[in-house]
């Protein structure tokens, strides 16, 4: 879990209805702008017709709101009208010390550590022991940190950051949600399900930084693409985690994948469990990398219209993740028993790489 990341033709401009601006007609093919009409494998076993790439699904979520509260909360915290929380600066320091050893030490590079911290609750090796009732504390914690009051201090780190940047609450309280859904549901039977899910995990983070990072002074594309494009790299990261953590999933009874798709290839949980790569799970794997690559590529052309300093770090992650993808085709898409990684020496040439094009400011970003 930016600006207008996009690649087709003015795919960022909405109209009054900004409510939808997440899931833009545009985005859509305009013969199947509902969903993804199922194809059944035949008695052949024949590999279906491609599945949609971009099909960006009608969630409901009212992001828009989220983000006319946060662009007028920042353009006040410039007129110093933004309630600031003082704290000692002693403690500031080793709090925000603290948050950069932990998201160094989970490579989250799109995760705030608090983040880190919730995810590694039901994700981590303690995940049986945790309830509903620990989410419900960490979101008592999380009104208190916003009212600015932390509980210790890597809660002091983020309470300082939404006091000086006036994040608003709701895409942190929908990634506990995220987290939430995770002690229930181990299944997603088609991919408006997964879309929320990595929404909720990833997507909100985009909501929550693009404020830290801050926008190119010089860009000229709205405020709401710019969101929208956020949200378009966490969702693109979090189905890359996914697809290189099918086999590591699979261990602990979890799927991510879309039940309706699998079923689609000729495929089920049994298979996913067997860990069989067989040629209908390599058709299956294609499919599911190329819709990734569709939101990186949403991502790509925006990086340029957020401040500068953000864009080394940006562009570093997109290529890296992109990589991920690279490498589990490099695998023959065996992702159910390799694990797909990006070696130090490619990982410097990446970097190399990703400076290069954080120099580089295109004219669009005028336009």
Known sequence: M????????????????????LHSKSFVTRTRAQGIRAHKCSSSGAIPRPLI?????????????????????????????????????TLLEEAYKRSRNICAEYARTYYLAWGTRIDEMVDGPNAVYMGTSLLDRWEERLQDIFDGRPYDILDAALTDTVSNFCLD????????????MDTWKSRY?????????????????GIMTVPVMGIAPE??????????????????????????????DAWIGRIYLPQDELEQFGLS??????????????????????????YYN?????????????????WSSLLLYQNILDAIEENDYDNLTKRAYVGKTKKLII?????????????????
Not at 298 to 314: C, F, M, N, T, Y
């Open 2 to 21: 930016c600006s207008t990341f996009s690649v087709s033709t003015n795919p960022c401009s909405y109209g009054a209805n900004n409510a939808r601006f």
């Open 53 to 89: 790439k971009e099909f960006i699904p009608r969630t409901g979520l009212r992001v828009h709101e989220i983000v006319e509260r946060q662009s007028q909360a920042n353009n006040l915290t410039k007129q110093d009208a933004c309630r600031r929380v003082e704290m000692n600066l």
């Open 169 to 180: 609450i709701k895409p942190f309280k929908e990634m506990i949600e995220g987290m939430r």
């Open 189 to 205: 039977k088609n991919f408006q399900e997964l879309y929320l899910y990595c929404y909720y995990v990833a997507g909100t983070a």
């Open 219 to 248: 860009s000229s594309v709205s405020t709401k693409s710019i969101y929208n494009a956020a949200i378009h790299f966490g969702i693109a990261n979090q189905l890359t985690n996914i697809l290189r953590d099918v086999g590591e």
């Open 269 to 294: 949980d049994q298979d996913v469990f067997a860990r069989k790569v067989t040629d209908n799970w390599r058709e299956f794997m294609k499919e599911q990398i190329a819709r990734a690559r569709f």
């Open 298 to 314: 949403l991502v790509e052309q925006g990086i340029s219209r957020l401040d500068k300093a953000s864009h080394w770090p940006l």
């Open 351 to 367: 970097l190399s790489h990703a400076y290069k094009k954080a120099q580089s400011v295109p004219s669009s970003i005028f336009h």
